[in-house]
């Protein structure tokens, strides 16, 4: 992991400091709005509270003077280090989606054992259930828990951010509680995780409290969150990996949904032939899987198959049954 920091001028007053993440992605922008209300949006992760406080100096801001920190959605990367900031700036307002709320709040409550019991679901070999877990263990150690101060219900929220008015967009899929922040004037839209360059973001399977097995799981509302910001036809999509880009969004949403159409047809494929196991049908579509970011690799995959097979459980396309501690899947017939 590269420990420095670059900070780009986006205007006058809106900067983009991208921070380091361990792994892949290899960073992860924080915007700040100076102005009125000094805000952020997006923290980066815990690690490195001491990377942002720096490239913060160098724009001539503390932690004192930001006014509020806004996490995208309640993954360690977008709200790690808000802990960092409100330690040391009481006055801070920390602005999140209810849904994602609980998971800021309490720190991922993932309980170890039903780590472990949903890893052995999914069929995951013995030599690769440990490092999965330690993976799961330093994911909790890149998120410091933070009390939320304010949590948004509703939909096209206004707040003021910096020097502009701006509104919070609901945009579930993703994440539950995954938010963007539209500021209409520029045609600025600050995607979070919900729209990225390239990639078709991966769906996480998220557990949810008192929960163990991971319930959130929709591809479907992530679509939807799609078509309703194409709706907005932002100019400028700056997102919270990788670089800012103009790209028409209704090409790169077309993109996306081919995406997932195909490996929803591949798994739906595989699956006619043969009965699968998440971790077998992962390994059979996500071939390329090696190197050193294996382990984070074989982690992002097995959500985005998992979240599929449920999908398609859901929908009648495919059954799964267990066989002791494991699940497995299969095709029923259209
Ligand atoms: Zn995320």
């Not at 805000?39 to 980066?44: A, S, V, W």
């Not at 709320?101 to 720190?107: L, S």
């Not at 028409?248 to 494929?269: C, D, G, T």
Request: proline content about 5%; charged content about 20%.
């Amino acid at each position: 992991m590269k420990l420095s920091y670059t900070i780009t001028q986006i205007n006058n007053t809106i900067y983009r400091i991208a921070l380091p993440l361990p792994g892949y992605p290899p960073y992860i922008n924080v915007y700040l709005f100076k102005g009125e209300v000094n805000t952020l949006f997006d923290t980066g992760i815990f690690w490195t509270w001491p990377l942002l406080r720096k490239a913060l100096k160098e724009l001539g801001m503390q932690f004192s003077d930001i006014h509020q920190v806004i996490p995208s959605h309640g993954h360690v990367d977008h709200y790690g280090a808000a802990y960092a900031i409100a330690k040391r700036n009481r006055n801070v307002d920390i602005i999140v989606h209810d849904a994602d709320a609980t998971r800021i709040e309490r720190g991922i409550y993932t309980k170890a054992h039903d780590m472990l019991k949903f890893i052995t679901s999914m069929g995951v070999p013995k030599p690769l259930i440990i490092p999965l877990a330690f993976l799961d263990l330093t994911f909790k150690s890149m998120g410091h828990r933070v009390t939320v101060t304010r949590k948004i219900m509703e939909d096209q929220y206004s707040l003021q951010v910096g020097t502009y008015s701006a509104k919070l967009i609901l945009t579930p899929g993703h994440s539950k509680g995954a938010m963007c922040l539209y500021i209409e004037k520029e045609g600025f839209l600050f995607s979070g995780d919900h729209i990225v360059p390239g990639v078709k973001p991966i769906i996480l399977a998220g557990f949810e409290p008192n929960t163990s097995f991971p319930v959130w799981q929709s591809h479907h509302i992530f679509h939807s969150s799609l078509k309703k910001i194409e709706r907005m036809s932002p100019t400028y999509i700056f997102p919270a990996h990788g670089e800012p880009f103009n790209e028409k969004l209704n090409r790169l949403i077309v993109k996306y949904h081919k995406v997932y159409q195909l490996r929803r047809k591949k798994m739906y494929n595989l699956l006619l032939h043969n009965d699968f196991t998440v971790y077998g049908l992962a390994r059979n579509v996500f071939k390329n899987l090696k190197g050193i970011n294996l382990v984070l690799d074989l982690y992002l995959s097995l959500s985005e198959t998992y979240t599929h097979l449920e999908a398609m459980c859901q929908e009648g396309d495919a059954i799964k049954y267990n066989f002791g501690d494991t699940y497995y899947y299969t095709a029923t017939l259209l």
